[in-house]
Every structure is written in C-alpha cells, then in structure tokens.
C-alpha cells in the first residue's frame, strides 16, 4: 500500500508557474506507473498526464502539452508536475494517483488507479 501527499498548490496570476509534488510512503514507489488528474468545479476529473515506473514514457493530454511537464524521482519517492504558461482554465484541485498494474497504455482512467492523494488546489488568476 502507498500513501500520497501533493503539496505545491497556491494562487497565481496567468502566464506563472507553479511546481507539483506528490510525495509517497512505502518503499515501493518504483513499481508503481503515477498519474496527475484534476477537476474544476462543475466537471468531471480529467487526466492530465502520466509517468512510467522508470520515468522512460512519459503521456501529457493536449490541453497541457508544452506546458506542463510530468517527472519522478524514485530515489526521493516523489513525482512532480511542472506548469508554465498557466491559464485560468487551468484552475483546479489536481491529485496524484499511483497505477500498480500499469501495462505500457496510457488510457488515463480513474478505475486504472489504486491510490489517491488528497489534491492540492491551483487557481489561476486572469
């Protein structure tokens, strides 16, 4: 079992960056393929980018393609989300989400997630 903590959230003004952590328990974080999702008020949670056990493939959706970039560290059990160029759009609680059975496709489905930090919240002022 792992346990997930985000850390990195706060209010910025559009065009600002912020830096996602996401720190888990457990000394088996290798072995887990990690995924950042967010949700804005009124909608659905939405995948935002992904992370193989290694670090080697990496998956970002359109929305956030150029802009945020999704890394690990397994020697500090964490995994980061970078975001630059920020958007108001872009506002939203974003949770990290550990995959045990991660097979090589990023299909972004919540189901495929075993574990689930309790999200960190990103506003993004226009």
């Known amino acids: 079992q792992v346990q997930l903590v985000e850390s990195g959230g706060g209010l910025v003004q559009a065009g600002g960056s912020l830096r996602l952590s996401c720190a888990a328990s457990g000394r088996t974080f290798s072995s887990y393929a990690m995924g950042w999702f967010r949700q804005a008020p009124g909608k659905e949670r939405e995948f935002v980018a992904g992370?193989?056990?290694?670090?080697?493939?990496?998956f970002h959706a359109d929305s956030v393609k150029g802009r945020f970039t999704i890394s690990r560290d397994n020697a500090k059990n964490t995994v980061y989300l970078q975001m630059n160029s920020l958007k108001p759009e872009d506002t939203a609680v974003y949770y990290c989400a550990a995959d045990q059975n991660y097979g090589g496709r990023w299909h972004g489905r919540e189901s495929e997630y075993d574990y689930w930090g309790q999200g960190t919240q990103v506003t993004v002022s226009s």
């Open positions: 992370i193989s056990r290694s670090g080697s493939s990496t």
